[in-house]
């Protein structure tokens, strides 16, 4: 039988994973960590060694195994060869997760797998629920194959897909926003009236652990409850650091410089989407606002 008090973790050495890890034990949760090198702690087994299958043994008995792996889509520009990078770090991890779940069928953990926002692409002016249909950029193709992996668990494995927002973090979407607002050098991206989702690490982290205490399975929509505009989000940074916001930087000028790709799927795009799993199942949010969540982020 699954033991509640333990969860599987890939990828936990990023933003996300590492702070998700210190939540689950700071509440006594056993976590296991799967890593891309040789063990250096008890709580860590080494996979993917020469591409060796995960030993079902490693997850059995857990109540859930949430992949978060992938590399940065935040590197630039998107190569041909970084493209191959950006998809098959998230593909090859997740199809091996989704066989060691397949294989242990109806006592298998739950998988939660990470997804992204950019599944949806840009489609401005709807809401997007879990049931929008996928964009037709890159980053919405590449969302529509690592889900597609993380689904090889099978018709009877319980899978959740993390559709994840920005997090509004210093390590997170902040990041690049940060150094161009302390240098008085921030105002609106493109037009920037189009709308970003966004999600405080906290949320995030708290979401994650909903899904799995709650069984959610499906998509799930890691987004923030309020609508927020790319400006919403750059002023309010602007504001709480006491800088100007007032250096429009040109839709050309981005594509020029991060390539049409990027910079449509990550700065261009306008996609209002909503959490709409999360708010039926109850689950309610430390920071409804873009504005709690910025405060949050500079606080930390």
Known sequence: MPDPSRVVIAGASGLIGTALVESLRNDGITVTRLVRRPAEAPDEVEWLADDAPLDPAVIEGATAVVGLNGATIGRFPWTSHYRHTLLWSR????????????????????????????????????????NAPRGG?????LCGEWETAARGAGD?????????????HPKG?????????????????????????????????????HVIDRGLTGP????????????????????QLGRPYLLRAPEWALRRVLGADAAESLLTSDADVVP??????????????VDAAVAAALAS
Not at 92 to 114: C, Q
Not at 137 to 141: G, S
Not at 195 to 200: H, L
């Open 156 to 168: 009877d494995a319980r899978v959740a897909l993390l559709r994840t927002a920005p997090v509004i």
């Open 173 to 209: 979407v902040l990041a690049p926003l940060l150094l161009l607002t302390k240098a008085g050098l921030s105002g609106p991206i493109g037009r920037g009236t189009q709308v970003w989702p966004w999600i405080s690490l906290d949320d995030q982290v708290r979401a994650i652990r």
């Open 220 to 239: 799930v929509n890691v987004t923030g409850p309020t609508r927020a505009t790319a400006n919403d989000i750059g002023f309010e940074l602007a504001r």
């Open 91 to 130: 593909i090859l991890p997740t199809r091996a997760l989704a066989r060691a779940v397949r294989s242990l069928g109806a006592d298998a953990p739950a998988f939660v797998s990470a997804s992204a926002v950019g599944y949806y692409g840009s489609d401005p002016g709807v809401r997007l629920t879990e």
């Open 137 to 141: 950029t890159f980053l919405a193709d």
């Open 276 to 289: 709409t799993a999360l708010d039926g199942s109850g689950f309610t949010f430390t920071h409804p606002t």
